[in-house]
């Protein structure tokens, strides 16, 4: 009876996510509510977890709690440590979610909401769980193995190299982009960079109550952390409203670039206890709280989504950034659908906290299900706006236009009315003196999660308070990402400056750490800068370069997955992995060749300096533009390389794996598996 | 004789008890009575607790600790 009424509820699910599925797809007639996809994401994450999730367990991976993990081998209490189950699933949210499935998935509603919707849920349930559940039990069974040292062990040196300068390479690109994110949320806001800024002394303030007040109180220095950075983002009202105070906190583009730069160079120095610890902490606290807080709100208000399933840019003229659905909404959404940033979480600390091997299916697929959520509820809350404003804020003024009539005209023209009216009263209901061209994805997702959040409390009054809590959420943990990625970034740097000459390599000599903070902060410092100056707004190059080395990165980690997986004897189930990285690959190299070599401007990076190239040998360009028009010319051609060496690292990977792979096939290499010895004469029968 | 009703300890002090633990364990407040208990049954010196959070700060910020 009990095994009958569970065939019937999971029946009753399916059905239900289906039908919201159908109703997602194939309505046309009215706006949607967005409960609508709530319903299917939800149901469709229960049915992977059920059964897809459950069958990668048993079957592909043999998942065996009798053999003891490495947190129990090795308990030391700092490093291995069994952790309960639910408590690492929070550990391993809180790390693997970022800024990440916020702004891709904004960016890329101006496909219209299917396209975005159907590649989170989707590549999801079928990729992004699969990487992150694989990897980390290859980790687990290898005592806590990092990427980068499993490829090395199970591809060879050539392949951990590959995956170390990936990474390195990625980092740049990452934090540069996300650091153009906050600049263009706060160029010309003393609201938001009042606020924003309060929160560094607030973090120290908490840094030193942790260090020499109340030692690793986190919880008590968390909460007073946290009602101060709401108390600021009132105070950042009272600091836009004074004619004398809004200029001191008013600064433009280029000003928060190198600020931001010099935050980056301080955080990456200062000792990890003063401000990228308490921040963590402050920043871990808000999301989990603002998540629920839109899941609710989006529960409550039910938002209408105004977008439309599909708009005219799935051609690849979309106005946000340049390139049709395949390959870009592929690269644009990486966090929330697959990103190989989790192959490093993954095999880093959490394998070490596993108290039991079957827990490995609750926190890596569960909890990129729950990241994969995230992204569906910033798709919903971006697309809850009217199309006009969504690209009128979404828009760089090089295209549509740098006042509020000519953006409202071209934007208007494309079949997406606005008006200029309605984008000035926008602003000045959230308290800013514009929202035009504020390219990014994050001011209109503020938008949107603030009319959410204002439709719940507060109402239209609330309305500029829950925008300036919505982009101090979003620059919290995005400075937190630049902390935390600045410092590791730095240690890479040293590890290879060691190599050159020993005294560089140490990480606690004071030379060493300022040299190699200035290379790792001078690196992604300068796409930052240069993404500031760009005229079509940075985010058109850097975002679908950081989606391509992000999706590089996972094919290189389903790579490993692959390999481990035929040397455990598992040919019958390799598909699992083999698909998706298969897709990866098609969908990089795709994305990648075009980037470098298509003819349209705005898509290619080449074609961009060879146009720009032509414009100041006719003399079209005038002389007081030559500089940046040179500049532009250049960063196009260094994007186009990096692209070309991310592709040509990954395809070198590949060739070794497909030699490494015909030799398990052929029988002719004996299963040289690098786990850990299982230490119980029954447990090693599951290893294959 | 435990209090009853909606405050007793059956009911909301129960769960705000419970909260509280939840989120001494997530963000680590927990970690150092368990490397006491683990000390002492090791028979050996515990970190103070400032100590332990230094170390425990250090090794999680040598890796990729945060993601995008």
Redesign the interface.
């Known amino acids: 009876m009990g095994k009958f009424l569970g065939v019937l509820l999971w029946v009753g699910v399916s059905l239900v996510g289906a039908g919201a599925l159908a109703t997602i797809a194939f309505e046309r007639r009215e706006p949607l509510s967005a409960v609508w996809f709530v319903v299917a994401s939800v149901a469709t994450y229960l049915v992977a977890y059920r059964f897809y999730a459950a069958f990668l367990a048993a079957r592909v991976l043999a998942l065996d709690d009798d053999r003891p993990t490495p947190a129990e081998r090795l ?1 030391d ?3 291995f ?1 069994p952790t ?1 189950r ?2 690492l699933l ?2 391993h949210f809180a ?6 499935p916020l702004v891709g998935p904004t960016l890329a509603a101006q496909f219209g909401y299917l396209p975005g919707t159907l590649w989170i849920v989707v590549g999801a349930v079928l990729g992004g769980c699969v990487q992150d559940f694989v990897v980390l039990f290859c980790s687990l069974r290898r005592d806590g193995r ?1 990427l980068g040292q499993m490829a090395r062990e199970d591809l060879g040196r050539r392949g951990g190299a590959v995956a170390l300068s990936a ?1 390195l390479a990625i980092m740049v690109i ?1 934090l540069a982009v ?1 650091a153009l994110v906050v600049v263009n949320a706060l160029k010309h806001s003393p609201w938001g960079t009042f606020t924003l800024a309060a929160t560094i002394p607030i973090a120290m303030s908490m840094g030193l109550y ?2 020499f007040g109340r ?5 008590e220095a ?1 909460a007073l952390g946290v009602a101060l950075v709401l108390f600021a983002v009132v105070a950042g009202q009272w600091v836009a409203q004074s004619p004398s105070w809004a200029a001191v906190f008013s600064f433009s583009g280029p000003v928060l670039a190198l600020a931001i730069i010099a935050y980056g160079f301080a955080a990456s120095s200062l000792p ?2 003063l401000l ?2 308490p921040r ?2 402050l920043s ?1 606290f808000i999301k989990v709280g603002v998540i629920c807080a839109l899941a609710g709100g989006i529960l409550l208000a039910r938002p209408a989504v105004q977008m439309p399933p599909l708009t005219r840019f799935v051609d690849g003229s979309g106005p946000v950034f340049a390139g049709s659905v395949f390959p870009f909404l592929f690269v644009t959404i ?2 929330g659908a697959i ?1 190989g ?2 192959a ?2 993954c095999s ?2 959490t394998p070490k906290m596993l108290m039991r091997e079957g827990d490995a299916r609750l926190v890596g697929y569960g909890s990129m299900l729950m990241e994969s959520f995230v992204g569906v509820m910033a798709l919903v809350a971006a697309c809850s706006l009217s199309p006009g404003v969504y690209f009128a804020i979404n828009g760089p003024a090089g295209v549509v236009g740098d006042t509020a009539e000519a953006a409202a005209a071209t934007i208007t023209s494309w079949g997406y009315p606005v008006r200029g009216e309605t984008m000035t009263g926008l602003a000045q209901a959230v308290g800013e003196q514009t929202l035009l061209s504020r390219t990014g994805g994050a001011p209109s997702l503020a938008v949107g999660m603030a009319q959410i959040f204002s439709g719940t409390i507060g109402g239209e009054r609330l309305l500029g308070f829950w925008y300036h809590f919505a982009i101090m959420f979003e620059a919290l943990f995005i400075l ?2 630049l902390d ?2 600045t ?2 970034g730095r ?1 890479m740097v040293q590890e290879l400056l060691g190599r050159v000459w020993r005294p560089l390599g140490r990480t606690g000599s004071l030379p060493s750490t300022l040299f190699a903070s200035a290379l790792i902060v001078g690196a992604w410092g300068y796409f930052l800068y240069q993404g500031v100056l760009d005229p079509l707004g940075g985010i058109n190059s850097l975002w679908p370069l ?1 989606g391509i080395s ?1 999706q590089l990165l996972a094919a290189v980690a389903l790579v490993v997955a692959t390999t481990v997986l035929l040397k455990m004897g598992r040919k019958r189930w390799v598909w699992v992995t083999l698909l998706p990285m298969v897709w990866l690959i098609a969908v990089t190299m795709t994305a990648s060749y075009q980037k470098v070599f298509h003819s349209d401007p705005r898509i290619g990076f080449l074609a961009q300096a060879r146009v720009l190239g032509e414009g100041i040998g006719s003399g079209t360009i005038p002389p007081d533009r030559l500089p940046a028009a040179r500049a532009i010319i250049f960063n196009n051609r260094l994007d186009a390389a990096i692209t070309a060496v991310f592709a040509a690292l990954v395809l070198l990977l590949l060739l070794e794996a497909l030699l490494e792979w015909r030799r398990i096939l052929s029988g002719r290499q004996g299963m040289a598996r690098q786990e850990s010895p299982c230490p119980d004469a029954g447990c090693g029968e599951t290893t294959g | 004789m435990p209090r009853r009703g909606l405050w007793g300890d059956h009911g909301v002090k129960r769960w705000l008890r419970l909260v ?1 633990s ?8 927990a ?2 009575e ?2 006491a208990r ?2 002492r049954r090791r028979s050996v010196r515990p970190l ?3 100590e ?17």
Request: with cysteine.
């Open positions: 308990d209490g700092r490093d440590v309960n639910w408590i929070g550990h790390a693997i979610a970022g800024p990440g990092s990474v990452l996300v942790l260090r030692p690793g109180r986190v919880l968390s990890v206890w990228l610890a963590d902490y871990a990486a966090c990103s940033f989790h490093l979480v880093g600390t937190t990402l935390a990625g410092r590791v240690f950081f992000n | 509280r939840v989120l001494r364990e997530i963000n680590g407040d970690a150092y368990a490397h683990r000390a103070s607790r400032g332990l959070y230094l170390e425990r700060l250090r090794r999680r910020y040598a890796g990729a600790s945060r993601c995008c």
